[in-house]
């Protein structure tokens, strides 16, 4: 019974793969980036190595900013490799940890004269239970979202000294799912943990309306901020969660909408979002997994289009701009998870650059 149940489920996946290569979005950029210098946080696997190496390809100083410095020195050896370009290095950082992070952008500004491209991509899925690090932070919150918004502080100084320079980060279809954010409680201390998926759609909320706030304190500097959604990407971070229950139940969360109803059957994953919400996003992801490579290809673009020149605080999927979800378009929430996640970082007035 399961065997016959994930046979037909890899015979559609695959079949709908076919199709959705050849309609998703594609960077057409030919733009070279020799003289440029790119940080790609959580390059060491999946879109974030993909998007390194496009970057080395096109002739940027790339730096890979990863948790795991053996296996990220590996992969920056295969870029050189598959590129040509010798100017990839690769430098330790675990966004989980604010120590980490402070250390990493030392180093940073030190060592670099310039910095045209930062791509915050690092992150997690998370634990089953609440995890909090040394920081006292919930661990899927501090990876995906604090440490994020801490390291983009400290090096705002050197990208504003560089500009025209562009601040990317990746978020997620997820983020459309979380209805509610208290930017007060991000580390569950008044609430119940969510699980999971549900914390991630939270931290990756928090990624949008990061961008939003971060756009409005970058007017007149020559940076931008966007963020994006890579699409269902089939890459470790599923692997370290829950392994092939994880695949399922994201396929049935995307398969959720019924034909031609508006309606999505709760029951399966109940809690996830209302119908009208889980048909207009689970058929724009048309039920598959990327390969990296294709996952790559918005942050690719948001990094050297041409045509995203001087646009900010936008919200990107198949290297087009879409609509936010409706929290992730609110002004107001955008400043109050600033302050909160200042606080929380405790982030010192040195360390201010907007």
């Not at 119940?192 to 409005?216: A, R």
């Not at 979800?325 to 109050?336: F, V």
Request: glycine share 10%.
């Amino acid at each position: 019974m399961w065997l016959e149940v994930v046979v037909v489920v890899v015979i559609a996946v695959v079949s709908v793969r076919v199709v959705y290569r050849r309609r998703a979005g594609r960077c057409l950029s030919p733009a070279r980036l020799h003289g440029k210098t790119v940080i790609v946080t959580g390059s060491s696997a999946g879109i974030g190595k993909a998007a390194a190496l496009d970057f080395a390809k096109r002739g940027a100083r790339v730096i890979l900013a990863c948790r795991n410095l053996d296996k990220a020195g590996k992969v920056a050896d295969e870029i050189i490799e598959c590129s040509g370009n010798s100017s990839v290095e690769v430098r330790q950082l675990d966004t989980s940890d604010l120590s980490s992070v402070r250390h990493f952008a030392a180093g940073i500004l030190k060592s670099e004269e310039y910095l045209h491209i930062l791509v915050n991509n690092a992150g997690i899925i998370g634990p089953r239970q609440k995890k909090l690090t040394e920081d006292g932070l919930e661990l899927t919150m501090a990876t995906n979202h604090y440490g994020h918004f801490l390291l983009t502080n400290l090096l705002l100084g050197l990208l504003k000294r560089s500009a025209p320079s562009r601040i990317i980060n990746v978020s997620s279809l997820a983020h459309k799912f979380c209805y509610k954010l208290d930017p007060e409680d991000l580390n569950f201390e008044k609430s119940s943990y969510m699980m999971g998926y549900s914390t991630y759609g939270q931290s990756k909320l928090c990624n949008v309306l990061f961008t939003l706030e971060l756009s409005n304190k970058l007017k007149g500097t020559g940076v931008t901020a966007n963020c994006l959604c890579p699409g269902s990407v089939a890459t470790e971070i599923f692997h370290k969660t829950a392994g092939i229950l994880f695949y399922i139940a994201h396929l049935l969360f995307l398969l959720m909408a019924k034909e031609g109803t508006g309606e999505a059957d709760d029951s399966v994953l109940p809690g996830w979002g209302d119908a009208s919400r889980l048909q207009q996003v689970g058929r724009s992801q048309v039920v598959t997994f990327r390969d990296p490579e294709l996952g790559a290809q918005t942050i690719v673009h948001l990094a050297v289009a041409d045509e995203v020149d001087g646009i900010s605080g936008k919200y990107f999927v198949d290297c087009k701009e879409e609509k936010f979800s409706g929290l992730g378009g609110h002004r107001g929430m955008a400043k109050k998870l600033w302050l909160a996640s200042e606080l929380d970082v405790k982030l010192l007035e040195e360390e201010t650059h907007y």
